[in-house]
């Protein structure tokens, strides 16, 4: 079954609008998360990663996590049409040297201007 | 410039036949992936390898196998192809929590 959750599956915004995207892991060993970005036709991009508890912020995008419920959601704030793509979020259970990244099936955000 | 070079770009094979996939990393990583992405899939795990000669099975392993021959170089065989091994597949190299750096890609029909 598939492990890393992502909801929802599709989502359209206006163009300066707000993305919110979620992650949800059912594997309670997950330590850490990761967000990529995957335009069409292109091979994914890291965006951004968090394995603290609590608010990441890098320019437009921001991150929460609740390690508790092995919650993610990742939001786009001034949505632009170049947001445009498939946001994939993926988590690992295994620290250290050993990773091992499992993905969820993406959340598919278009930008209309 | 560190980077995961894929090869071929494009590949047509007939059912029944071998193919190999080719990866090839100067991150200098110790951890190398195979995925493959599918749609209404996501990107699902085929192989990994921790290091030169080891290989581990990911969650789709079957159908395939795999080769670390070196810290740089990472295949993935498909000993007998299949129509339903048509797809999109990635490489990618990591390590620990760093980012983890993926290939161009690789487009496989099987007919």
């Known amino acids: 079954q598939q492990k890393v959750q992502q909801s929802p599956e599709s989502l359209i915004v206006p163009e300066g609008g707000m993305a919110s995207l979620n992650c949800t892991s059912s594997?309670?060993?997950?330590?850490y998360f990761w967000w990529y970005r995957q335009h069409s036709g292109k091979s994914p991009k890291m965006l951004m990663?968090?394995?603290?508890?609590g608010e990441k912020e890098e320019g437009r995008f921001t991150v929460h996590l609740n390690k508790a419920s092995l919650h993610t959601s990742l939001h786009i704030r001034d949505s632009q049409p170049s947001d445009s793509a498939l946001y994939l979020c993926?988590?690992?259970?295994?620290?250290?040297?050993?990773?091992?990244?499992?993905f969820g099936k993406g959340t598919k955000l278009s930008v209309k201007s | 410039e560190a980077a995961v070079t894929q090869s071929p770009r494009n590949k047509v094979a007939v059912t029944g036949g071998k193919v190999t996939l080719s990866c090839n990393q100067t991150?200098?990583?110790?951890?190398m992936y195979w995925y493959r992405q599918d749609t209404g899939h996501g990107l699902r795990l085929i192989h990994y390898s921790y290091g030169a000669g080891s290989t581990e099975k990911g969650d789709i392993p079957d159908g395939y196998k795999a080769s670390r021959p070196s810290q740089e170089n990472f295949s993935l065989i498909l000993e007998l192809a299949t129509p339903s091994q048509t797809s999109v597949y990635f490489c990618a190299s990591g390590e620990g929590y760093s980012d983890y750096t993926f290939g161009s890609g690789t487009r496989l029909l099987v007919i």
């Open positions: 991150n200098n990583h110790n951890n």
């Open positions: 990663s968090i394995f603290s508890n």
């Open positions: 993926a988590a690992s259970s295994q620290g250290g040297s050993n990773a091992k990244l499992t």
């Open positions: 594997d309670r060993n997950v330590d």
